[in-house]
């Protein structure tokens, strides 16, 4: 089930008839691609930065197209706004574990983590970035999704 919010994040409507639904995975990023078709009554209460949750996943609005003469299609890419916005001056660890890195990192973003990762320890430094390019760091430096 998918629910839209406005660009304040209050919620407006549950999405419904949708069809098409595609949630496509970027296997080197792990970033999360929504396409759907919808009623164009239900598209006209959508607009771009508009979010759409799932039980999982949060989604931005990124365009809305007429496709037929009664239905629209929307495209959302995942919400990486708090790991984007979350500013990096330095990270640096030694002899980490992958997990540490993560938790450490995601400290104030709202976002959890539910896969298995790898025990090894590793040492590395990254300036001047973003929570989401330290992420990104991590899942190079430790071989892991």
Known sequence: MFKLYD????FQLVLLNLSDVKIESDLASGDKKLSFSCEKKTGRKIQNEFYIKSNTDEFVVKSIR???EKRCTINANLNLETLEGKPVVKFEVSEWTAQRCVEEILIDTGWTYEVDLPEKQRSFSIETTNAYRVLQKIREMYLCE
């Not at 660009?7 to 209050?10: F, G, H, I, P």
């Open 7 to 10: 660009s304040e994040d209050k």
């Open 66 to 68: 007429n496709a037929t």
